[in-house]
């Protein structure tokens, strides 16, 4: 989760079952935050163990994939007269080769509730590089329905800032959203789909240290830095572009500014952006100088597996800013966001031989060779810094090889996401469209 929070305590192995406040005790954000999660926790374990890894209610079971024209009217047929979802006809100009209608309803994903409120379109639902993935090959393709949990600020949702207290950014919200993502089955393969969940998913591991001081014993560290910080490793580029990189923030990647004009001129590789007015937030934290590194999105959290390009600030003329996009391809209109990281480069390659990678103050990080293959865009891990014990809070183990302790190699912190099959989509023989297979599961009420 990206926000302006002091720490992460949340941990699922120690078994809490709930946070209790004493009095006369300052009050901290990230004892909130633990028992919203503790919670959050306990209710998807409650439904998966009841429901299973998926599935939807028989009365008002959604996500059906609709991939032709008859299908489609179809099932306008069996819908009321005044359903709601059908205001406007979907239908009207859709490419059926390329794109398909998932139907309203519920289904839960992970102990996740997902909610389709009106009929939907693939292509809305995905981003801009899957909408072409439906090509004319003879290839089946399996439906893959896929929950995520990010954070909504007042860049979008400006009804969270408190107008009596001249529109102060006290909270954010976190909310679960959906996406569609597909897969080929090559034609030579015998495909029998698992309804019942994916396969378990496979994490790139990180560990932190600082580095000794060189008048403190070995083994010691030493954390440099004047103030407590939440520093954020995020994976920019995962393995699957080639070589990893990666990108880092002091404030857990919380320093946003909203943009309301971008203009681009790609003959002098230049991008102009106008910068929204702050509501709510001190200048001085948000302060963006020349040389600063910005990360271009559409909103403030876009979802897993999702980045933007990573430009360097020019120059700076109050709230408009000159970038160098070093010939990216950039899409101007949909920047409505920008993110500075604090690097001072672009994308930091990982290593492959699992060296220390110097972040600052004292701070160092280690990529698990091994696991480079498993690193994705969006893994992050935060690592909070205290200067009263002038080192980070980090988690470590014993030493095998007869040592205090040692390094303990994590999994990502997040990104929070599961998936589920709902359905085959099959090549029509003879025609453009496709035949779909149904894979959703359905659960009937209790009561009777």
């Not at 305590?9 to 004493?22: A, E, H, I, M, N």
């Not at 639902?125 to 929950?147: K, N, Q, Y």
């Not at 100088?289 to 120059?315: I, K, M, N, Q, Y």
């Amino acid at each position: 989760m990206k926000g302006d929070f002091s720490r992460d305590s949340f941990d699922p192995d120690k078994r809490y079952s709930g946070v209790l406040f004493q009095q006369g005790r300052v009050q901290l954000d990230g004892d909130h935050n633990e028992n919203v999660a503790i919670h959050r926790q306990l209710l998807r374990t409650i439904i998966r163990d009841l429901i299973g890894p998926h599935g939807g209610p028989d009365g008002y079971l959604g996500f059906e994939c609709i991939a032709s024209e008859g299908a489609y009217r179809a099932w306008r047929r069996g819908q009321s007269d005044d359903y709601g979802g059908c205001s406007s006809d979907l239908s009207n100009g859709l490419d059926w080769q390329h794109d398909f209608l998932l139907t309203p309803g519920r289904y839960y994903v992970g102990g996740a509730l997902l909610e389709n409120l009106a009929i939907a379109r693939y292509s809305d639902h995905t981003d801009a590089r899957a909408r072409s993935f439906l090509s004319d090959g003879p290839d089946d393709v399996i439906v893959w329905l896929e929950a995520f949990e990010h954070v909504v600020t007042a860049l979008e949702d400006p009804g969270l800032l408190e107008p009596a207290l001249a529109f102060a950014d006290t909270t954010v919200r976190l909310k679960v959203d959906w996406q569609i993502r597909l897969d080929r089955i090559p034609g030579a393969m015998t495909f029998e789909p698992d309804r019942r969940a994916s396969s378990p998913r496979r994490y790139g591991l990180l560990s932190a240290r600082t580095r000794p001081a060189e008048t403190e014993a070995a083994g010691k560290g030493r954390y440099t830095g004047i103030e407590d910080r939440l520093y954020r490793i995020e994976i920019h580029a995962g393995s699957d572009t080639g070589a990893p990189t990666f990108k880092w923030s002091r404030e857990n990647g919380a320093l946003v500014r909203g943009v309301v004009d971008s203009v681009l001129r790609p003959e002098n590789d230049r991008l102009i952006l106008q910068l929204a007015p702050l509501m709510g937030i001190p200048k001085a934290a948000l302060r963006i100088g020349t040389g600063a590194w910005l990360e271009l999105l559409p909103e403030f959290d876009p979802g897993p597996f999702r980045h933007g390009p990573l430009l360097r600030v020019v120059s700076v003329n109050g709230d408009s800013l000159d970038l160098d996009t070093g010939g990216q391809h950039v899409d101007a209109a949909g920047i409505r966001v920008i993110r500075r990281w604090d690097q001072d480069r672009g994308q930091i390659t990982i290593p492959a031989s699992g060296l220390p990678i110097p972040i600052e103050e004292g701070i160092e990080v280690v990529f698990d060779p091994s696991t480079l293959i498993d690193l994705r865009a969006g893994d992050y891990w935060l690592i909070p810094a205290r200067t009263s014990i002038g080192d980070i809070e980090w988690p470590r183990a014993p030493d095998p090889q007869g040592g205090s302790t040692r390094l303990h190699a994590r999994a990502p912190t997040g990104p929070w996401s599961d998936r589920a099959p709902i359905g085959v989509l099959r090549r029509a023989e003879g025609g453009p469209h496709w035949i779909t297979e149904d894979l959703r599961l359905r659960f009937m009420p209790m009561a009777r």
